[in-house]
């Protein structure tokens, strides 16, 4: 880890206040909650357990959690109310660490956990559990007579899953080195009722990135077994194009229930893609693209294309728009690549480096027609505007390729003979 990255003991987050961008409190930490790997791996830190006014017990991931800070997290504000459950592969780090008694490797002497530390990873939201507080001696009268110390997780052991345990948590735990398409691949050749164990496993986001990279059956299939309420969170956490390619697979009557259960912005975003044909650019089309002002910098548009959740294809430009610059936007302006921001200085605006040179497409635009744009103009991402010059999305190249391949191209083995092991 890097030098100066943040560090928190737990016990100082009991307790203290959540609050919105706004400096509105939500509610108050109650616990964390982190996920066991295989291999001696520091647990990772998935949320925090947070009490709201009503004294309901919610999860609020890490990856929304943009501050901790000295009696205070701040949050980006976007909190999901359903009543937090605790699943198989979850541990609550105060109500199950604190207290435990484990052993030290190197000395085989028997510890009590007094408190723990979590620590944020480099240039990322990811935190992970990296140190225990413990104190040596059995507890009881002589408790507090123990010598103190601080320690690195893999000094002690009592807690790390093992490599070949049973369950769908030592699976699920296996599954967390993995990229999601390497996910999605193992979990097609599993068994119906192990798939659902391991759906059931895997947190929203994760489960999100795996759901869009699994052929259309094991979607409907694994989104049909869990319950309405996580699987409209499931699908806020996908990106629209594929939610509303999952969504359109599924009967009418459960399509419109769960998207009456999801948050109305990321609905509306779902229901304007399903109204296009999907073999057109409306229905292949994200609607969310990096989008700026033209007010906005090079530095400002550099910042967002590092952003880390962004795909390749998306990274690769940004899109320049009069206000509201959610889609559908107010004017489209044009487009600036990503090697055209390299080569300005960071206080250029972009609407003075703004590509308007190429015609966008219209949301009707058929397939053909936008796969051979792309070839012909060499892009991996291409506008779509409607009629009256408002940008409605992007076209990536990721999603013309699903539309041309194969159905069964994710069974393939493209990996080669050696795998990925062998590759490395």
């Known amino acids: ?51 709201v006014v009503s004294r309901r017990r919610i999860f609020l991931p890490m990856t929304r959690v943009t501050g901790v800070e000295s009696g205070q997290v701040i949050t980006t504000g976007v909190v999901n109310m359903r009543r937090f459950e605790q699943r198989p592969t979850e541990r609550l780090v105060l109500g199950e660490f604190l207290d435990r008694r484990v052993r030290l490797v190197e000395t085989d002497e028997e510890v009590t956990v007094l408190d723990v530390a979590i620590q944020q990873l480099p240039a990322r939201r990811d935190w992970e559990i990296d140190k225990f507080f413990v104190r040596k001696g059995r507890g009881g009268a002589l408790r507090r007579k123990g010598e103190t110390l601080t320690v690195e997780w893999s000094a002690v052991e009592g807690f790390s899953l093992e490599e070949h345990g049973q369950g769908a948590e030592s699976l699920v735990a296996t599954f967390e080195r993995l990229r999601p398409t390497d996910v999605a691949n193992a979990m097609h050749h599993l068994t119906p009722k192990r798939r659902a164990e391991v759906a059931a496993a895997l947190d929203d986001d994760r489960l999100a990135d795996v759901l869009e990279e699994l052929p259309e059956d094991d979607q409907v299939e694994i989104i049909g077994k869990l319950e309405e309420d996580r699987a409209a969170d499931v699908l806020e956490a996908m990106d629209p194009d594929d939610a509303a390619d999952l969504l359109s697979e599924l009967p009418e009557a459960d399509k419109e229930r769960l998207l009456a259960l999801m948050r109305p912005d990321d609905a509306a975003d779902v229901r304007r893609l399903l109204s296009y044909e999907e073999r057109t650019a409306g229905g292949l089309m994200t609607t969310e693209p990096i989008i700026l002002r033209p007010d906005a910098t090079v530095a400002d548009a550099l910042a967002r294309v590092r952003q880390q959740d962004l795909s390749p294809a998306l990274a690769a430009q940004v899109y320049v728009c009069r206000s509201p610059d959610e889609t559908p936007t107010g004017r489209y302006l044009g487009t600036v690549h990503f090697q055209r921001l390299l080569r300005d200085p960071p206080y250029t605006l972009v609407s003075s480096i703004v590509d308007s040179d190429l015609v966008p497409l219209a949301p009707d635009t058929p397939l053909p027609a936008v796969t051979s744009y792309l070839a012909a103009y060499n892009m991996v991402s291409v506008p779509v505007v409607d009629e009256s010059g408002s940008l409605l999305g992007a076209v990536t190249v990721d999603d013309v390729l699903d539309h041309l391949l194969p159905e069964d191209w994710r069974e393939t083995d493209f990996q080669g003979e050696e795998g990925i092991a062998g590759g490395a």
């Open 1 to 51: 880890m890097a030098a100066g990255a943040p560090r928190v003991f737990v016990s100082h987050l009991s307790g203290v206040p959540v609050f919105d961008p706004n400096g509105d409190q939500v509610g108050r930490v109650r616990d964390l909650v982190a996920m066991l790997r295989v291999g001696g791996k520091p647990p990772r830190l998935l949320g925090m357990v947070v009490e």
